[in-house]
């Protein structure tokens, strides 16, 4: 079973930017479907961004549609997400997700633990 472990999260201004990183090991990384997902306290799980495979299609959330990016990294096995103008609504624990390629968190199979963002004004 493929292991995932997110990196990158912390503190930053609203505007700011931020990079996080998904370390897979465990399978092939190329041909594992990957997305990104989020959750802030109260709420439930939130969909943010996919990729099906290298060179493959992308899909993103509309509340971050022009202002994230996945992507990723077959050579380091390592996942990617961007994200630039970020707002106090982004503020979440952010997860790296593995074994799918849809917008329902039920669709993947295996899940890092992963990392805070926190947007402050």
């Known amino acids: 079973q493929v292991q995932l472990l997110e990196s990158g999260g912390g503190l930053v201004q609203d505007g700011g930017s931020l990079r996080l990183s998904c370390a897979a090991s465990?399978?092939?990384?190329?041909?594992?479907?990957m997305g990104w997902f989020r959750q802030a306290p109260g709420k439930e799980r939130e969909f943010v961004a996919a990729?099906?495979?290298?060179?493959?299609?992308?899909y993103y959330a509309d509340s971050v549609k022009g202002r994230f990016t996945i992507s990723r990294d077959n050579a380091k096995n390592t996942l990617y997400l961007q994200m630039n103008a970020l707002q106090f609504e982004d503020t979440a624990m952010y997860y790296c997700?593995?074994?799918?390629?849809?917008?329902?968190?039920?669709?993947?199979?295996?899940w890092g633990q992963g990392t805070q963002v926190t947007v402050s004004s």
């Open positions: 997700a593995a074994g799918g390629f849809s917008i329902r968190a039920r669709e993947y199979d295996v």
């Open positions: 465990g399978r092939a990384f190329s041909r594992i479907a």
């Open positions: 990729v099906r495979r290298i060179g493959g299609s992308t």
